[in-house]
């Protein structure tokens, strides 16, 4: 399970040192919810794809002592399985929107536009959930442009557990995701 966190620096600054951050002691396993302290486990590396630079950078590990699964603490700026970080794909999906020059190529550009449309319903349920109240406009494109914006000043629950577990912070936090 990987859990939307909020990094305290920037991506380069992490990407050069991991030890520049100090991680959060997980109190209540959000596999089992059992209330015990996740251990450490480790450190497994993945790509981050940002303003056209390739960094490398570590994902923190817990694991439950009670029901022995994993955890993974992943960076709000990067989507679960998706490389490009989240601020590249909402500006890629908005120039599709807009049917202007592409931020990445012109093959994931149409990718990340028909994932966002079919996954639309859920996002705006989940923005609804959170007491988003605009009126979307009938026009398909200039709804999901919209739809982008907003998506754009979203962030990581910084509050329980529980709200972080929930089905519209999820959906948030993993907005291209194939299924929720």
């Keep these: 399970m990987q859990i939307p966190w909020n990094l305290p620096v920037k991506l380069s600054i992490y990407a050069k040192d991991r030890y520049s951050v100090v991680f959060p002691v997980l109190i209540k396993c959000p596999c089992c919810n059992s209330a015990v302290k996740l251990k450490r486990h480790g450190f497994y590396e993945r790509n981050a794809l940002a303003n056209k630079r390739c960094y490398r950078i570590s994902i923190c590990r817990y694991l439950c002592p009670a029901c022995l699964k994993t955890v993974?603490?992943?960076?709000w700026f990067l989507l679960p399985y998706f490389q490009h970080n989240r601020n590249t794909i909402l500006k890629s999906l908005r120039e599709s929107f807009r049917k202007t020059t592409a931020a990445v190529g012109r093959q994931l550009a149409a990718f990340y536009h028909?994932?966002?449309l079919a996954n639309i319903p859920a996002i705006v349920s989940a923005l609804r959930e959170q007491h988003w109240r605009e009126r979307l406009p009938a026009d398909k494109n200039k709804g999901a442009i919209k739809i982008v914006r907003r998506l754009n000043f979203t962030r990581a629950s910084e509050t329980t557990?529980?709200?972080v577990n929930s089905l519209s912070n999820r959906i948030l936090a993993n907005f291209m995701a194939r299924s929720f």
């Design 114 to 116: 028909k994932r966002f």
């Design 72 to 75: 993974s603490l992943l960076p």
């Design 161 to 163: 557990l529980a709200e």
